[in-house]
């Protein structure tokens, strides 16, 4: 299921026995088995019609979707003893190996964490259109073993790079060229951009955008990170894509390592921002006045923006190891001026320069400085040590 942690589901029935004493002591027994735990954060919920238990925010999509989940809170509503024996007989372990017995590796299974749309599509997928129920079946956004060699084609609202302006534009992913490539009109030959997949990064960012579907796209282009923001009205279009585009990135990698297993791989397709916020900075003199700034960390890039849905970033600080004489700390050097209205301070120090920024608050500083030190006391791979040397510390 998509949310959290594992829950013992007799526990959660002793919790919700509603006013049938007796029977939710025979369901709770009865799910109570090995394999058939509700991976549900805070199940208050169950579908009556599926047999699975569910939290509040997944209930509301299960309502969505009337004609295939029946939804009933386990404390207020009236269970019918039928109801009661059908989740004792089914429970989540059971329709979690009918409904995702094929789930793709690449698939992007969502969390609690996760925005709406991805939900919305994960659970619609699953039940309504049962996508992942029968072993073989070719799948929109399906390349490798179980279909031709994927190209998808379709149009996106991109927005515009100078005006803000979301327009319509015809993206085309190939798995044979290996690249995402949108052009600026339909019929046009040539395209805008062309965009390899294995440089491709790919995050939902609804709020940023302004869009509950909205997708960030980024990728490099002179050793430099380019965002797109694009959506579409469909959810599962959307979605669709950005699986297709993990789809198309797993098929390059299995060819580029033909030694790893898909359990390596996977962890290299599309990843979340490790966090994004507004932090104020001055520049190499440190005399310059403190600026507010969009950052987002990316592993090991900090970027910083002038406005979130920048194309391109204002600079780059690229985060190495600890015993490579990088570091952040709390606070900043004596006898800085610190003209701005944040007050709480980060100096990270690494072996070209020192970098000074202010939080609003000190739960930002404090998240911010976790953040920066988990990645610092982290190993340097190969590809940390090729981005370093392509010379990602393009800062002002």
């Known amino acids: 299921m998509i949310c959290g942690n594992n829950i013992n589901v007799y526990s959660t029935c002793k919790e919700y026995r509603n006013d ?34 569910i939290c509040l925010d997944c209930s509301g999509i299960h309502r969505n979707i009337p004609e295939i989940s029946k939804v009933k809170s386990l404390r207020l509503s009236h269970w019918e003893d039928q109801e009661v024996q059908f989740m004792a007989e089914n429970g989540n372990g059971l329709m979690k190996a009918k409904y995702e017995a094929d789930v793709p590796v690449y698939y992007y299974k969502p969390t609690h964490k996760d925005c709406q749309v991805l939900r919305e599509q994960w659970i619609r997928a699953k039940y309504e259109r049962k996508e992942f129920s029968k072993p073989g079946k070719s799948l929109t956004y399906e390349s490798g073993e179980r ?28 798995e044979r060229e290996g690249n995402l490539k949108y052009y600026t009109k339909y019929d046009a030959k040539e395209p805008k951009a062309v965009i390899k997949v294995d440089t491709i990064n790919a995050t939902f960012q609804p709020e940023k955008i302004g869009n509950p579907n909205g997708l960030q796209i ?61 932090m104020e900075k001055t520049g190499p003199r440190q005399t310059e006045g403190f600026k507010k700034r969009w950052f987002t960390l990316d592993q090991r890039r900090l970027m910083y923006f002038k406005d979130p849905l ?74 940390d040590y090729t981005s370093k040397d392509s010379d990602l510390s393009n800062h002002k």
């Open 147 to 174: 279909a031709q060699t994927l190209t998808r084609t379709g149009t996106l609202m991109k927005r515009g790079r100078d005006n803000g302006q979301f327009l319509n534009r015809r993206f085309v992913l190939s």
């Open 310 to 383: 920048d194309a391109f970033a204002k600079g780059e600080v690229f985060l190495g190891n600890n015993d490579n004489h990088y570091s952040a700390s709390a606070g900043l050097p004596p006898g800085t001026h610190c003209n701005g209205a944040w007050q709480y301070g980060i100096t990270i120090e690494t072996p070209d320069r020192s970098f000074l920024f202010t939080c609003e608050t000190e739960s930002d500083q404090l998240d911010w400085l976790k953040h920066f030190k988990n990645v610092m006391n982290t190993q340097m791979s190969p590809q």
């Open 20 to 53: 049938k004493g007796s029977s939710w002591s025979e369901i709770a027994t009865a799910v109570d088995k090995p394999g058939n735990f509700s991976a549900v954060l805070h199940p208050g919920w169950g579908s009556c019609s599926l047999g699975v238990f």
């Open 218 to 278: 980024t990728y490099l282009k002179d050793y430099s990170t380019r965002n797109i923001f694009v959506y579409h009205d469909s959810g599962k279009e959307i979605v669709d894509w950005f699986n297709s585009i993990r789809a198309v990135q797993l098929q390059y990698l299995r060819v580029a390592f033909p030694g790893a297993t898909d359990a390596e791989l996977v962890p290299k397709l599309t990843r979340n921002f490790v966090k994004e916020g507004y």
